[in-house]
Structures are given as C-alpha cells and as structure tokens.
C-alpha cells in the first residue's frame, strides 16, 4: 500500500524558509511516477506547486517559481519541498502526493494524483 | 494561469443527481481528456474519484461519472447519498506543463 507522510515546522516567521518532507512507503520514488506538492489556505481550494519526475527534472507554478525548490533523497525514499520569503498567504495545509503522467517525445503529461498525504498545517505568523 | 471555474455549490435531495461543471480553456480541458476529479471532506486529503475525464478508480462508486464537451468537464453523481456531502474538484493538465484546479464545489444532500 503506498503511503506519503508529509512533515515540518508547522509554524515559520514572516520571510523567512518554509521546508518540508514527504517521506513514501509501499513504493520506491524512483519507480517511474511523478511526485508533487498541492496547498491548501484555510477555507479555499487546492493550488498545484510543483512536481518532480523520474529523471528528476522540476515543474513549478508559475506563480510560485522564484520562491520554490522540490528536491528528492532516494535513499530515503522521501522528497522535499523549499519554500523562500514566506508571507501570511503561505499559511496552508501543505499536501504531497503521488503524480501519474506519461511522456511523448519530449513533453510531459500530468495525469492524476492517486495517493495523497494526510496534510501539514503550516502557520506563517511572526 | 487562471484555476478552472467550478460553481461554488451545488445541492440536491437523496436519490436524485447532480453535475458540477469545471470550465477551462482550450489551453487545458479542452485540449487534453486528462481532467481528474477528487472529492474532500473537512479536514481530510482529498481522494481521487475520477480520471482522465471519465475513468473511475477501482472501488469508487458507479454513481459517480465523469464527461467532457468542449472546455467544459462534468462530474455527475446519480442516486446522491447523504455520504456524499463533501467538496469536489476539478483538475487539469495545462500545456507548459502545469496542473490546474477548480475552485471547488461545495455539495450539499438536503
């Protein structure tokens, strides 16, 4: 059964780093899926932020691009996700899921998130 | 990158059917059948009920199914159940790539 556990400070000052850890069981990160991060503010609707694949390339919101890093430990068998110059808009539950896609040529397709964590709430208050 | 529009709420009485739409563009929904749809609970992860437009995944109920026409997808539940109270969203592949969602549809069983 394939799990994802997300972790992290669950409370981070005004411009400062948000940093978390998906950590997956039941399925190897190398094997061939997609792994990504989607957030959640209090009382609104899902926002994707990025996602990473089998050969490690990164996609990321646009919106979020310059403040976003997603990187993976394969010998953890976890990912991470950075998140600079925090602000009270950043205050969400933060969820990392499984990814399915395909690749045609070189371009990329993002299918479906199948396995979902159970969220981490991440305050931004001074 | 604008989210796809999903109708705020939505209601219906136990036994009937109900849609909710989630309108796109031809830059996602109405390029690609890869629109997935996921229902949520408070305080819960949202669970995948909905695949590549129409597809269920393997132990979601027949009474949910999905279309699409055009930049609009549709998710329909038949025979509502006062279990499926909850909030559901659309996603989307977009182009660049990216990954869309809707704004949510809050669903009520009176």
Known sequence: ??????SGLGLVKPSETLSLICKVSGYSVTNGYLWGWIRQPPGKGLEWIASLDPGWR????????????????TSKNQFSLSLTSVTAADTAVYYCARLAHDVRGS?????????WGLGALVTVSS | QSALTQPASVS???????????TGTSSDVGT???????QQYPGKAPKLIIFEVSKRPSGVSYRFSGSKSGN?????????????EADYYC??????????????????VL
């Open chain 1, 58 to 73: 990164t996609h990321y919101n646009p919106s979020l691009k310059s403040r976003v890093t997603m990187s993976v430990d």
């Open chain 1, 107 to 115: 371009e990329t397709f993002f299918y479906h998130f199948d396995y």
């Open chain 2, 12 to 22: 219906g009485s136990p036994g009937q059917s109900i849609t909710i739409s989630c």
């Open chain 2, 72 to 84: 609009t997808a549709s998710l329909t539940i038949s025979g509502l159940q006062a279990e499926d």
């Open chain 1, 1 to 6: 059964q394939v799990q994802l556990q997300e």
């Open chain 2, 32 to 38: 690609y059948d890869l629109v997935s749809w996921y």
């Open chain 2, 91 to 108: 996603c989307s592949h977009e182009g660049r790539p990216t990954v869309l969602f809707g704004g949510g549809t809050r669903l009520t």
